[in-house]
């Protein structure tokens, strides 16, 4: 696929934008404060992720912030700015970067997350329209970087296992991260007829048969994204197990 072929997204209004802008803001400040005081000892201690310590996550976010970057530069100018990376460079630069030290992991993520933010800023209106590529393959506008940013920034300060969990995550992120990745999920025929976020007053229909499964909405994307069990409110059926999450946020980008 190519971005010629790809469908016509929509553009974000002006003050979607910029609440989008400030949300993303506001999420590297809340993480980089949770990281003022860490230690040696806890960035060497085990992540939530299994086989992964905290140093590992913070790796992956700077350099996560560094591929979301270079896609907002390229939206931005039209070229690319240098060649992409192949797809072993995160994985390497995940082991080489997790052997640091507590204070150099946090420098590195604040210059990763500011340079993120600093490019942001930079870009014009009408270039935030621009079809850029995952380094999975799939397209999607450069606005839905920001997305990406703020889904990377929200589940990984709850992998840190710092004290933050998915009861912390913003009500407003929740009910995006829901759409999008039930409408993934519908797409891919997952065997769940109703989903009802019972704090959100929200209720999605994945397929045509399956189970109702009810929740507040933290604790239903905490089970899709793979961060925690499967809500008991389902009627005593066994629920399916989500995909690897998450996926491309919508059908015919991939």
């Known amino acids: 696929m190519n971005p010629t072929a790809a469908p016509a997204p929509a553009a974000l209004a002006p003050a979607e934008l910029t609440a989008l802008l400030g949300a993303v803001r506001a999420d590297v400040g809340r993480l980089c404060d949770a990281l003022g005081g860490l230690t040696d000892r806890q960035a060497r201690g085990a992540s939530a992720l299994p086989g992964w310590s905290r140093a590992h996550v913070i790796?992956?976010?700077?350099?996560?912030?560094?591929?979301?970057?270079?896609?907002?530069?390229?939206?931005?100018?039209?070229?690319?700015?240098?060649?992409?990376?192949?797809?072993?460079?995160?994985?390497?630069?995940?082991?080489?970067?997790?052997?640091?030290?507590?204070?150099?992991?946090?420098?590195?993520?604040?210059?990763?997350?500011?340079?993120?933010?600093?490019?942001?800023?930079?870009?014009?209106?009408?270039?935030?329209?621009a079809p850029v590529q995952a380094l999975g393959g799939w397209w999607h506008p450069a606005w839905f970087t920001l997305h990406r940013a703020r889904r990377e920034l929200q589940t990984h300060h709850v992998d840190l296992a710092l004290g933050r969990t998915t009861a912390d995550w913003p009500t407003d992120y929740v009910a995006w991260a829901l759409d999008t990745t039930v409408a993934t999920l519908a797409a891919r025929d997952f065997p769940v007829a109703r989903l009802e976020a019972t704090d959100l007053g929200?209720?999605?229909?994945?397929?045509?048969?399956?189970?109702?499964?009810?929740?507040?909405?933290?604790?239903?994307?905490?089970?899709?994204?793979?961060?925690?069990?499967?809500?008991?409110?389902?009627?005593?059926?066994?629920?399916?197990?989500?995909?690897?999450?998450p996926l491309p946020p919508v059908p015919g980008w991939d």
């Open 59 to 129: 790796t992956h976010i700077a350099r996560s912030a560094d591929a979301y970057r270079r896609l907002l530069a390229l939206a931005r100018t039209g070229a690319a700015p240098g060649p992409r990376p192949d797809g072993g460079a995160p994985d390497r630069a995940l082991r080489e970067g997790a052997e640091r030290d507590a204070a150099e992991l946090v420098a590195d993520l604040r210059r990763s997350l500011d340079g993120l933010s600093d490019e942001a800023a930079t870009v014009p209106a009408e270039r935030w329209t």
């Open 202 to 245: 929200r209720s999605w229909n994945p397929a045509a048969t399956g189970a109702t499964v009810s929740a507040p909405g933290h604790v239903l994307l905490a089970w899709l994204a793979g961060r925690g069990p499967a809500p008991d409110s389902h009627a005593g059926r066994t629920l399916p197990t989500p995909p690897v999450w």
